[in-house]
């Protein structure tokens, strides 16, 4: 909701600074962003009542003095006699009409009205209904305008089932479906009640006489509806948190007062509907509750006084505004008195948990995980949506993705898809692993099982022991059984054919039923963890270059020096590199020293001269020393 | 000098690989809340709305059980935990104050977009006995905010609103650059909620708490992308060996 600050300064005597109000409006719990001095505020979902300038400036009272009357229209209004039944009470407590007919249309509007459609860049439709949107944001009270002369006999409220075609007076062609609470015009449905009035009964530029409903609706019976037929609607949004169920008249009056400061009124008459009693809710005073739900010594002078600036009554009990519908218990009346005396000021009190300690006796998958890490394993986490289904899928009803609307009955597709995934990126020594859940139907009964997938593929590892070394099912076996002990797993090959890729290298699977092993304790004891936290730095998107180069190294003395200063070489574009062989040559005394560089820049796919260019002078110090050369430069 | 047969190949360090940063952060809270005394559940993620709605406040007419935002599955009959407090209804029920609870885990929201993700990682605490009060939630959350930045971080508190606590919170640590930045959610546990799990609400009382995993891993490794975490991008999980 955007508002003006000079709209909402109106209301409070005391014109704090937009800074000073920003604070208080913080303070209060209502979150906002401030930009050319409009509040864009981010209510939160139980104060319906905050949605307008009057409902801020309520709030406001605590800490300012306010006017919080508007000017309304004071004489007397006669009575409207209207052909109107109420046939869903539960559904719309109270609803009150007020027919109005001007002589002429404005031709322009006094600035308070037109500010608010210029500033906040509200869009303008008719007299009436612009009249109605700037209501609705100064009171919180929704109303809808039906063109008088477009409305003939019968007009009724109901909740029904109905099927049938409904246009908006936004001109959006929607089906309705299912129980609705709609307005009927002779059996014609001329609104979806609280929502959005229907075309035919519009107003448009010419209309001089209007029929205006102002009703107080069940939140129950509004919420999702605007989102079911993609409406977007200002008034559903207030009607779902809840309106002032007793703020009719006032709000009439004040409707009646706008346009009698526009135009000359020719015709004025009012009714309401009350389908029962409708009386303020009452707690009774509990301040020792409060304090001790707060921690804090409050006095019953500051109890009372912060609750009668919000508007409550005070007597024997509390009595609670019609306005505030989410005041029901003593723990609300707790952070009413914590908001105002503001959280950050109630004092902290050291926590002692007194409970005893019990033995955690659920299973700790650190210990697995620390294992496969210390064999060059890299967990991953997937989501649980797939394509696959089988007759114990669980299904989504609501899937974000129809092509992914079930859940993972394996990893496997999910790992076979991070692998691919790092292949394209020149990755050529790849070992997955993820532990999660899936899921299953079984008869039923939807149940989940914790597994682990492991997935491999390409060289062992990167040093000269094990760079030309290819993953195959002996050493995935190796790296199990020093995982887990005794356990009987087979190791599924997973073929290339039917896969996206033109690498050869084997891939090997296998995936085990966590809850289906009792584990070795001694892989599953929580271990320390020491954490480090270093700043990410944002990986590239361009692909890399491999450059290799052996060394020979004539001069056997110089080795130490060489090895050194091959492991401190740094260049541009210069993003990882390692030894991938080592060669004696006992007949030459020469050795032989393979080192592989991987280059990639941040900003662009690298040519050749740009790594050539790195290159020249990361070789630099490597081959001013004596002795040293890469055969073939 | 040493002769040739003295050389010896160049020392091997151990090619590592790396647990998610995720589960890191995730193991990292846990391992936080433990030392303060509370003990680790854990529960289904495909949830009922009992346990995932009703039982913690959470009205039929409220948006989150709208099917815009949660995933529901068979037909309506059970739906992925929103949240991961229907571990610590589960919990409760099944035990009596004082009690001290922390679960972790995934959550799923129908939400996909830059900075939302359909699933994302939770952990949450709750502690029940007498006289538990919303100063001494104040104490809590400032020992572990403190543990998890420094103690030189500014925090604030704000009014918020959870069906499931009554006064809910949400605080604030200020960033480097002077912006305020959300970090947990927390509140007195809504008496509605206690009576629910038959714990009786005019002898007990609690606190709670809710963290996302990604969000305090997002700023403590200073990740900008939130959907950088699931790529499963070997040059992203290097980077947390």
């Known amino acids: 909701m955007k508002l003006l600050y000079k709209d909402l300064v109106k209301f409070i005597i005391d014109t704090p600074s937009i800074e000073e109000l920003s604070d208080k409006l913080f303070q209060l719990g209502h979150e906002h962003e401030i930009e050319n001095h409009i509040f864009d505020m981010e209510l939160t979902p139980n104060r319906g009542d905050c949605l307008s300038l009057l409902g801020l400036a309520r709030d406001l009272n605590t800490f300012y003095n306010t006017n919080l009357l508007v000017e309304t229209y004071e004489e007397k209004i006669d009575s409207l006699d209207l052909d109107f039944i109420n046939l869903s009470p539960n559904d719309c407590p109270k609803i009150s009409f007020l027919e109005l007919e001007i002589e002429d249309l404005p031709d322009k509007y006094h600035d308070y009205l037109e500010n608010y459609f210029k500033i906040l860049k509200v869009g303008k439709n008719n007299f009436f209904t612009d009249i109605s949107n700037y209501i609705s944001y100064e009171l919180g009270q929704p109303t809808h305008c039906f063109d008088r002369i477009k409305l003939n006999g019968h007009i009724s409220f109901e909740s029904k089932e109905c099927y049938s075609p409904f246009t908006t007076l936004l001109d959006t062609n929607i089906e309705l479906k299912g129980n609705n609470c709609i307005f009927l015009n002779n059996n014609e449905i001329i609104s979806l009640a609280g929502v959005m009035g229907g075309k035919s009964t519009a107003c448009t530029k010419d209309t001089k006489k209007v029929l205006i409903e102002c009703a107080y609706f069940n939140p129950e019976s509004i919420i999702g509806k605007s989102i079911k037929y993609n409406l977007h609607s200002d008034a559903a949004h207030k009607f779902e948190r809840g309106v002032d169920i007793n703020s009719h008249e006032m709000v009439l009056r004040r409707f009646i007062k706008i346009v009698e400061q526009h135009a000359k009124i020719k015709n004025c008459k009012i009714t309401s509907f009350n389908s029962k009693k409708i009386s303020n809710k009452e707690l009774p005073i509990n301040l020792d509750r409060v304090n001790a739900i707060l921690g804090t010594t409050i006095s019953i002078d500051v109890f009372k006084n912060i609750l009668e600036r919000l508007g409550f009554n005070i007597t024997s009990k509390i009595e609670v505004p019609s306005y505030r519908s989410d005041i029901i218990s003593q723990n609300d009346v707790a952070e009413e008195i914590a908001r105002v005396v503001g959280y950050d000021n109630i004092p902290s009190q050291t926590i002692v948990m007194s409970h005893t300690k019990k033995d955690n006796n659920k299973r700790n998958l650190i210990g697995i995980k620390s294992d496969l890490k210390n064999k060059g394993f890299y967990e991953v986490i997937n989501f649980p949506f797939t394509s696959i289904e089988n007759e114990s899928s669980i299904t989504l009803d609501n899937p974000l993705d129809s092509n992914k609307k079930n859940l993972r009955i394996t990893l496997k597709e999910s790992l076979i898809e991070n692998l691919l995934y790092n292949e394209r990126r020149q990755k050529d020594s790849i070992k997955l692993f993820e532990i999660s859940d899936t899921y299953f139907n079984n008869n039923n009964n939807l149940e989940q099982n914790l597994k682990l997938g492991i997935i491999a593929s390409g060289r062992v590892g990167h040093n000269y022991n094990n760079f030309s070394n290819k993953i195959d099912e002996a050493f995935l076996l190796d790296v199990f059984n020093s995982v887990f002990d005794d356990l009987d797993i087979a190791i599924e090959q997973i073929p290339r054919n039917n896969l996206d890729t033109k690498i050869k290298n084997n891939i090997f699977y296998l995936e085990i039923d966590l809850d289906k092993y009792q584990l070795n304790k001694a892989h599953v004891l929580n271990k320390e963890m020491d954490m480090e936290f270093r700043k990410y730095i944002p990986i590239s998107e361009f692909p890399s270059s491999n450059r290799d180069f052996s060394f020979l190294i004539a001069d056997y003395s110089k080795y130490d020096e060489v090895v050194e200063t091959i492991n401190k070489i740094k260049g541009m574009y210069l993003k990882d590199f390692f030894i991938f062989d080592f060669y004696k040559n006992e007949k030459n005394e020469e050795i032989k020293i393979g080192v592989r560089m991987i280059f990639q820049s941040n900003g662009k796919t690298l040519s050749d001269d740009d790594i050539k260019e790195s290159i020249s002078k990361i070789l630099e110090p490597i081959l001013s020393i004596e002795g040293v050369s890469v055969p073939g430069i | ?241």
């Not at chain 2, 099944?94 to 993700?117: F, Q």
Request: with cysteine.
């Open chain 2, 1 to 241: 000098m040493s002769s040739f047969n003295n050389i010896n190949p160049p020392v091997l360090s151990d090619e590592l690989g790396a647990s998610h940063p995720i589960n890191q952060v995730k193991d990292f809270l846990m391992n936080l809340l433990k030392d303060f005394g509370f003990n680790e559940v854990d529960g289904p993620e495909i949830e009922s709305e009992e346990f995932n709605f009703d039982m913690l406040n959470i009205k039929k007419s409220h948006p989150a059980r709208q099917m815009h935002d949660t995933f529901y599955v068979q037909n309506k009959s059970n739906l992925l935990r929103t949240h991961t407090s229907p571990v610590q209804i589960r919990s409760m029920l099944h035990s009596s104050p004082p009690l001290a609870y922390a679960s972790a885990g995934k959550v799923y929201r129908k939400d996909d977009d830059a900075t939302h993700l359909p699933m994302f990682h939770q952990v949450e605490g709750i502690y029940v006995d007498s006289e538990v009060n919303f100063a001494q939630l104040k104490d809590l959350i400032h020992k572990i905010i403190y543990a998890i930045f420094d103690e030189e971080v500014q925090i604030r508190f704000r009014p918020s609103y959870f069906p499931f606590t009554e006064p809910s919170a949400e605080v604030d640590i200020l960033s480097e650059n002077g912006k305020w930045l959300e970090i947990l959610g927390c509140g007195i546990v809504n008496p509605i909620v206690l009576d629910n799990c038959n714990i009786d609400s005019n002898k007990y009382s609690g606190l709670a708490f809710g963290l996302g995993v990604e969000r305090i891993a997002m700023l403590k490794y200073d990740i900008k992308d939130i959907r950088d975490f699931y790529k499963s991008n070997l040059d992203f999980l290097n980077q947390f060996k």
